[in-house]
Nanobody, 116 residues
Framework: QVQLVESGGGLVQAGGSLRLFCAAS????????MAWYRQAYGKQRELVAT?????TTNYVDSVKGRYTISRDKNTVYLQMNSLKPEDTAVYYC????????????WGQGTQVTVSS
């Protein structure tokens, strides 16, 4: 039982910045990974960035150098700089346990729109 509450989405001009927030609460496994996915209109959902409970991070190539994922306990952040129109999507927070019992949860999603 994990609840994910997201915030921080909005409208920004190309080259601008946004910061997304996701707070996880409930029965949280200490060994876990949290992530941000995004889904543009008419496209499949893609993994953007991940961070484990130990602090290990990974990014999709298209956002490397522009996005930074971080966390404070069970709150995960996504700092997005130098935004491009192709970054426009619904961004989803994701939680996955890394020790048995294995389970995962999705947030509701927050819209990020980058105007050209």
């Amino acid at each position: 039982q994990v609840q994910l509450v997201e915030s921080g989405g909005g409208l920004v001009q190309a080259g601008g910045s946004l910061r997304l927030f996701c707070a996880a609460s409930g029965s949280i496994s200490r060994l876990n990974s949290m992530a941000w996915y995004r889904q543009a209109y008419g496209k499949q959902r893609e993994l953007v960035a991940t961070i484990t409970s130990g602090g290990t991070t990974n990014y999709v190539d298209s956002v490397k150098g522009r996005y930074t994922i971080s966390r404070d306990k069970n709150t995960v952040y996504l700092q997005m700089n130098s935004l491009k129109p192709e970054d426009t999507a619904v961004y989803y927070c994701y939680f996955r346990s890394l020790a048995a019992p294995l389970y995962d949860y999705w947030g509701q999603g927050t819209q990020v729109t980058v105007s050209s």
